[in-house]
Nanobody, 123 residues
C-alpha cells in the first residue's frame, strides 16, 4: 500500500510561482508512474501532468505545458510540480496520485491518491 502526502500549496498572486511536493511511503515508488490532478470548486477533477517511473516520459495538459514542470526524485520518494506564471483560474485543490502502470492522463488508472493541497491564485 502506498500513502501519498502533498505539500507546498498556499496563496499567491497571479503570475507567481509555486512548487508542490508529494512524498510517498510504502510500495516501490521508483516503479510507479506519478500524476498531478486538480479540482476547482464546482468543477470536475482534471489532469495536470504525469511522469513515468523512470522520469523519461512526461505529459501535460495543454493549458499548463511550458509553464508547469513535473519531476521526481526516486531517492527521496518524492514527486514535484513546479508551477510558474499561475493564473487565478488555476485555483484548485491539487492532488498527487500513483499508478502501477504507465504514465497516463486517465485518473481511473491511478490506484493511490493523496488528500490534496490547496492552491489559491489571486488577481
Amino acid at each position: 500500500q502506498v500513502q501519498l502526502v502533498e505539500s507546498g500549496g498556499g496563496s499567491v498572486q497571479a503570475g507567481d510561482s509555486l512548487r508542490l511536493s508529494c512524498v510517498a511511503n510504502g510500495g516501490t515508488f521508483s516503479r510507479y508512474a506519478m500524476g498531478w490532478f486538480r479540482q476547482a470548486p464546482g468543477k470536475e477533477r482534471e489532469f495536470v501532468a504525469t511522469i513515468s517511473w523512470s522520469g523519461v516520459t512526461t505529459y501535460y495538459r495543454d493549458s499548463v505545458r511550458g509553464r508547469f514542470t513535473i519531476s521526481r526524485d526516486n531517492s527521496r520518494n518524492r514527486a514535484y510540480l513546479q508551477m510558474n506564471s499561475l493564473n487565478p483560474e488555476e485555483t484548485a485543490v491539487y492532488y498527487c496520485a500513483a499508478s502501477k502502470g504507465v504514465a497516463t492522463t486517465n485518473d481511473d488508472k491511478y490506484e493511490f491518491w493523496g488528500r490534496g493541497t490547496q492552491v489559491t491564485v489571486s488577481s
